[in-house]
């Protein structure tokens, strides 16, 4: 029985690392661009699908071929920044948010004509013979996504607090044109801010579809996830989308778990209408962020 | 007539009369599916005008098709019966989910929803013993009143049933947008704050909106339902809700025929695009992209560029004596305002510290103090923006403590803001018919059916705006928007919004910052002509010209505690009060 409840812990930690990488990325680009970013599943579906063309097809290194893909997904997310989202900043909060919708729908569907819609998976070089601690097994892959997933929101978190780039986005993130006056590049704030968020959720993505499959439509139902992490831990919150992220992941395994596998994907969302009720004014005293 | 009646009765007269001129039934059918989307995207469109986009919106689509298609496969339900008894179902459903969300706004509000169409697409997907699950639910009856002859059979009737419902639609939410409701629902999209200040309840209204979209796309349900004759989990998925918002914005969001143009033209051009095959939804994609970037305003509004322009806004002279009613003065005797040991705490910090205050009827009374001596605090108290820690307040011969703005701005007490004091996109008339909300009598059903005595108190009301545009000297401003205006006159339109509720007592927050000396003149002769009708006025003021030069007293405040109270010439005399100022005894200079 215990047994059991850890192996569960376990596997929705590990999970909850991936969506906690997703669920930052959409934080920060909606703390510091104002901007809901629904092409984030599709971000997550590319990192994805980089590593498979980098590795699977290309045959680069498997470790080389995760980092060439988590840069990919970082320029596509500057290039966004530049090309869309940029000219859209004075545009009220839906305008974004719907170019983002568009944007998502162009890329799966440009990813169905690269790659075919079938489900890929990817050979990746650790051994398939679960790791063994007592009566936990967990397989070597999944070790080392959640130990990645781990180190990248630690890099992630040390970079936003100690870094001069770092401190630039935090002010950006409090006070745009007071930012500005003080010299920071808001401009290259923006577009560093979009391919950081886009590159977490590549490496979220990545890290994913090594474990699972690799699929055009994947991105559909992480993006959903990520949006769950983030109202939770709240819209611009750092700490939150950690927490929400792993919360999310262990409520996930322990529902597909004990309750139903049928109904997994609608937990996160649940849990949030339930948090609702409980606490109408917001979560995480959500109340005081506006559009 | 004008080019805009004429454009809109030959629409009509071409919609009514395309089956009769032989259109094939594949362009009767996507026409009829564009009535649906019509039917969803002018009620996400109705919930847009308060600034909440519902991305789960095809939940209620979903809803209602099941709905309607169960009550007729289970129950046996004639679909006459069960269509409006889905729409109800959808309704009810989409006011549960508004009590739960509509606090939350902007992005949160949006994912929330996107999240509950999810759930009850896994639900739909799951609950097999009840939808059949994945395999979609088969063998829907099509329409019919229970007789052969009344049976809907070729896609003509099914047209023209779309058309009635389609043109209904349209009355609703022309009569909500271009009434009072739909100026409420913009004002809580521009200026939540001063929209309850002004006594709009953003919660009833949104929820409103809520409801009545909710309907709509429970109907547009309840009609596919029986149009198609086979449901599956599929119309809850996201694309749909995608659908309908490109026609939202791509129409023209706000407006009422935007959504009418965008599901027309967004029901045929994917349509058009079957040519492109397997590139067909990339292209798709690349259409909605450029839509969204480069129209953000709307086809509507580029169509409307087309006709000419209709007769330049009334030329009618604005009324030369600016009469306006004051609120009723409640009879009983007393303060007209009285604050009683308030205190509120931020942290270990007293904000404001055990204050009490009276203000007279017809008094001009003054609050002042340095930076950070709680004013607007105490103002927020007062005006139910911040429930105090302790203390009371009342208001003519009522408590109403920490009750919600908008209820007390009801009651006749009504602020006005030191910075954000107007709705910057509206035109001035409209800022101030906005704000006259709390004055109209007539129900829901008479601004739907738009009655007599509904056109009357538009009529009035807008009246009673130009008024109190021409008493501040703005009658010639009426039809600009309201952002364009200059500093001292958006002022001037914020003491107009703040009059336009008819209050017996004004609270004023600083109304001089910013106005050069002529325009404060002007302010302060405002203001006494306010105070001879009847008012009581309340102000935050650091412009000592103005407050030594008009109000009868003076209360101080310094670090949350009332230092002295009295007329302006005890308060210039006042030691502590010069001590308060930094002993810079000149700033309490006589005018």
Redesign the interface.
Known sequence: MIAELVQHLVNGLILGGGYALMGIGLTLIFGIMRVVNFAHGELFMLGAFFLYTLFSLWGVNFFAACLLAVAGVALVGAVVERLILRRLRDQPIEIPMLAMVALSVIIQNAAILVWDPSPKTIRHPFSPVPLTLGPIHVVAIRVFAGAVAVALIAGAHLFIQKTRLGRAMRATFQDTDMARLTGVDVDRIYMFTFGFGAALAGASGALLGAVFWVYPAMGDLAALKSFAVVIMGGLGNFLGAIVGGLLLGVAESLGAGYISSGYKDAIGFVLIILLLVWRPQGLFGAKGVQR | MNAKALVAAASAALLLALPLLGVDDYYLHLLIMAGIFFLLSAGMNLL?AA?Q?NLGHTAFFGIGAYASGLLALHFGLSPVFALPAAALVSAVVGWLLGM??L??????F???T???A??IR??A??WTELTQGPMGLAGVPPFNLGTERFTLTGKRDFYYFMLSLAGATLWVTARLLRSRVGRALRAVREN?SLAESSGISAYRHTMLAMVVSCLLAGAAGGFYAHYITFLSPELFG?QNT?TM??MV?AGG?GTVLGPAVGALVFTFVPELLRMAA??R??L???I??LV??FM?KGLVFYLRRLLPAGVPAFAEPAPDSALFEAGAAAPVAGPALSVRDVTVRFGGLAAVDGLSLDLGRGEILALIGPNGAGKSTAFNVVTGFQAPDAGRVRFGDGDITAQPPYRIAERGLVRMFQRTSLFPEAAVLENVLTACHRLARTGLGDVLLMTRSHRLEEHRLEERARALLAFVGLGHKSGEPARSLSCGEQRLLGLAIALAPAPSVLLLDEPAAGLNAVETERLMRLIEEIRARGLSVLLVEHDMKLVMGMCDRVVVLNYGLKIAEGTPAEIQRHAEVIRAYLGSGDALARP
């Open positions: 847009l600034g986009l739960v969300t606090r939350l706004r902007g992005a949160y949006v994912l929330v996107v999240g509950f999810e759930v896994l639900v997907t799951n939540e996201f995608v918002a490109v914005v969001q397997f590139y939804m990339l798709y994609g690349a909605l992209l969204v970037m953000p």
